[in-house]
């Protein structure tokens, strides 16, 4: 019988291509890619599925059916979004949290128009924070039993 595989240690060997890159979990190459910004010409963040998806959720939200991305070195949106998974928020989270931004008062104030790389961790935070739990989003609704009862 095969040894069991074992985990790799990023830290010895980090990933040198975007393939290699997906192979991390998504914090820890963001974070990679925010301490050594010139990687991110091999390990390419605007290829990543969450990066993707978040641009999908945001072209969606805004009712724009074409909106492309350049590279992390040319375009804000991916670098802000590098940012906010590097602070460790999920794909989910930052998806969800996109049309919640877009619907803000917030989004519509100023005088020059906002997008994707005006997302930041703070604005993120705060949607997330403001949005009405759901059964599914409840940290109560996932107890077994009602709090001070037995199992």
């Not at 975007?18 to 192979?23: F, G, I, K, Q, V």
């Not at 724009?64 to 670098?79: I, N, S």
């Not at 989003?137 to 109560?140: A, W």
């Given at each position: 019988?095969?040894?069991?595989?074992?985990?790799?240690?990023?830290?010895?060997?980090?990933?040198?291509n975007?393939?290699?890159?997906?192979?991390m979990?998504?914090?820890?190459?963001?974070?990679?890619?925010?301490?050594?910004?010139?990687?991110?010409?091999?390990?390419?963040?605007?290829?990543?599925?969450?990066?993707?998806?978040?641009?999908?959720?945001?072209?969606?939200a805004?009712?724009?059916?074409?909106?492309?991305?350049?590279?992390?070195?040319?375009?804000?949106?991916?670098?802000?979004?590098?940012?906010?998974?590097?602070?460790?928020?999920?794909?989910?989270?930052?998806?969800g949290?996109?049309?919640?931004?877009?619907?803000?008062?917030?989004?519509?104030?100023?005088?020059?128009p906002?997008?994707?790389?005006?997302?930041?961790?703070?604005?993120?935070?705060?949607?997330?924070?403001?949005?009405?739990?759901?059964?599914a989003?409840?940290?109560?609704s996932?107890?077994?039993?009602?709090?001070g009862?037995?199992?």
């Open positions: 019988m095969p040894p069991e595989a074992q985990p790799r240690d990023w830290s010895k060997r980090p990933p040198t975007c393939a290699e890159a997906l192979e979990p998504l914090q820890g190459r963001c974070q990679l890619i925010l301490r050594d910004t010139h990687r991110a010409q091999w390990l390419e963040p605007e290829k990543w599925p969450e990066i993707r998806f978040a641009v999908v959720a945001f072209r969606e805004v009712k724009k059916p074409k909106l492309a991305v350049g590279t992390f070195a040319t375009d804000l949106a991916v670098r802000r979004l590098v940012e906010l998974y590097a602070a460790g928020l999920t794909a989910d989270e930052v998806c949290a996109i049309p919640l931004v877009v619907a803000s008062p917030w989004w519509s104030s100023g005088d020059s906002r997008d994707l790389g005006s997302i930041s961790l703070t604005v993120v935070r705060r949607a997330l924070a403001e949005r009405e739990p759901t059964p989003t409840s940290l109560l996932a107890l077994p039993v009602p709090i009862g037995r199992a």
